[in-house]
Nanobody, 124 residues
């Protein structure tokens, strides 16, 4: 599975951004796709995930109600719509995919494939 994530940028607080993750390869075997973020001085953090077949979504408490993860079947793309952005959302955002049925959606260690990352900067 090859992932390309795009859509980052510099925005002001309360603005919105939509990140995209285009997937190619063994898409039919993908079980879960997720978004993680990594801010300077912090560990990589779970943001959101979606089960490929059921479309069930999961969110970190810090983004619940502001971010929405979704997928487009026809284009094999996963989106992360980010609304009401805050300066603390500033980070490099990575999409990730796992083929494992027993994967923990919140654990970066359970993901096998990663995008190159896209920078999101939110100014106050």
């Amino acid at each position: 599975v090859h992932l390309v994530d795009t859509g980052g940028g510099l925005v002001q607080a309360v603005d919105s951004l939509r990140l995209s993750c285009a997937a190619s390869g063994r898409i039919f075997s993908t079980y879960t796709m997720g978004w993680f973020r990594h801010a300077p001085g912090k560990e990589r953090e779970f943001v959101a995930a979606i089960r490929w077949s059921s479309r069930r979504a999961y969110y970190a408490d810090s983004v619940k109600g502001r971010f929405t993860i979704s997928r487009d079947n026809t284009e094999n793309t996963v989106f992360l719509q980010m609304n009401s952005l805050k300066p603390e959302d500033t980070a490099v955002y990575y999409c990730a995919a796992t083929l494992r049925v027993d994967s923990r959606y919140y654990s970066p260690n359970d993901y096998d494939y990663w995008g190159q990352g896209t920078q999101v900067t939110v100014s106050s």
